[in-house]
């Protein structure tokens, strides 16, 4: 397992950023507030999880161990892979999901775009002995734990675009279905709900 990678700042595009570590340009997937917190030349260490698959090995990036720890759990939950966890953690923090998981507060999850009434009922059912209990903070989004705050606070585009190239959406329709929403975000700049709105314009084409 990459418990983590430390380098210099290659790129980020896309929902992904290139870390150079000594010479080698490794890609990372992360959430749209991890990624605000890692600026092009800067140095950066950021916690990785490595998804293996037949065709493929993919490395998801988070702010801290605990954001990757819980990344890890969701995808113990039936129905959640890699993306969805990716997306969970775009809408949430790890403490909001902790809470959402112990209260059994469904809408919490179902803000999350890809997650049903009934995918909220059994991620409940299947993670409340997994995440632990909530450990105090206000668990907003966007609170990224070690990555720089004062990069937290990203705008809703890019973290719109971000989130439907996690969810698996070309980065072509990603910024279609931004400029779709846009006059949305002039009366809502939640996230979340620009998210389910450009993913129900998308569902339409």
Avoid at 123 to 142: F, H, Q
Avoid at 182 to 201: G, I, T
Wanted: proline content about 4%; aromatic content about 2%.
């Amino acid at each position: 397992m990459i418990a983590f990678l430390s380098g210099r700042v290659a790129g980020r595009s896309g929902g992904r950023a290139v870390i150079d570590v000594a010479g080698v340009g490794m890609t990372v997937h992360c959430t749209p507030a991890t990624l605000s917190g890692l600026r092009v030349g800067d140095s950066a260490t950021v916690a990785t999880s490595l998804v293996v698959r037949e065709d493929s090995l993919t490395l998801y990036g988070f702010a801290d161990a605990d954001e990757r720890d819980v990344f890890e759990q969701l995808q113990q939950a039936g129905g959640v892979g890699p993306r969805l966890a990716l997306a969970m953690l775009a809408v949430h923090t790890p403490e909001a999901l902790r809470r959402a998981v112990a209260a059994e507060d469904t809408a919490a999850l179902t803000r999350v775009p890809g997650i049903g009434r009934k995918g909220a009922q059994r991620i409940v059912l299947e993670l409340r002995d997994k995440l632990g209990a909530p450990l105090g903070g206000d668990g907003a989004a966007g609170d990224i734990g070690d990555v720089d705050a004062s990069a937290g606070a990203a705008p809703w585009r890019p973290q719109v675009v971000s989130g439907l190239i996690n969810l698996g959406w070309s980065s072509k329709d990603a910024e279609a279905a931004a400029d779709a929403v846009a006059p949305e975000a002039e009366e809502q700049e939640d996230v979340a709900v620009l998210l389910r709105s450009a993913l129900r314009k998308l569902s339409r084409v």
